[in-house]
C-alpha cells in the first residue's frame, strides 16, 4: 500500500495563491510513476468532489469546470510527488484537499472516486473573503 502525505495547505485570503504538495512513500511507492494521481476537495455535509488529475507522466491533465484556468496539477515521478498550484483562490474554494492514486495504470486520467485506491489525510485550505 502507498502512503500519501499532503501539505501546503492554510489561510489565504481571496486573490492568492497556495501550492498543495502530496508525497507517496511505502513499499510500493514505485508504482507511482505509472498510476495517475488526482486531487479532490471536500467541505462538511458535501460529497468529495473532483479537482483534477494527471496520468503518469504528466502528458494528460483533467479540470474541475470551476478550476479550471486558476489551478494547475504537476507532477515529479523523482520525487513521487503530485503538486496543485492553485491560483485566484475564492472563498468557494475552502475545502480539506485530498490525493489519490489510482487504481489503473496512468495512460489516461480519472475524474470518478471509484477509480483511487489510495487516499492522504487531507490538507485544510481555507479561502477568505
Known amino acids: 500500500q502507498v502512503q500519501l502525505v499532503e501539505s501546503g495547505g492554510g489561510l489565504v485570503q481571496a486573490g492568492g495563491s497556495l501550492r498543495l504538495s502530496c508525497a507517496a512513500s511505502?513499499?510500493?511507492?514505485?508504482?507511482?510513476?505509472?498510476?495517475?494521481m488526482g486531487w479532490f476537495r471536500q467541505t462538511p455535509g458535501k460529497e468529495r468532489e473532483f479537482v483534477a488529475c494527471?496520468?503518469?507522466?504528466?502528458?494528460?491533465?483533467s479540470y474541475a469546470d470551476s478550476v479550471k484556468g486558476r489551478f494547475t496539477i504537476s507532477r515529479d515521478n523523482a520525487k513521487t510527488t503530485v503538486y496543485l498550484q492553485m491560483n485566484g483562490l475564492k472563498p468557494e474554494d475552502t475545502a480539506l484537499y485530498y490525493c489519490?492514486?489510482?487504481?489503473?495504470?496512468?495512460?489516461?486520467?480519472?475524474?470518478?472516486?471509484?477509480?483511487?485506491?489510495?487516499w492522504g489525510q487531507g490538507t485544510q485550505v481555507t479561502v477568505s473573503s
Open positions: 489519490a492514486k489510482s487504481r489503473q495504470y496512468g495512460r489516461t486520467c480519472y475524474q470518478a472516486i471509484g477509480d483511487y485506491s489510495d
Open positions: 511505502g513499499r510500493t511507492a514505485n508504482v507511482f510513476n505509472v498510476v495517475s
Open positions: 494527471i496520468n503518469w507522466n504528466g502528458a494528460t491533465t
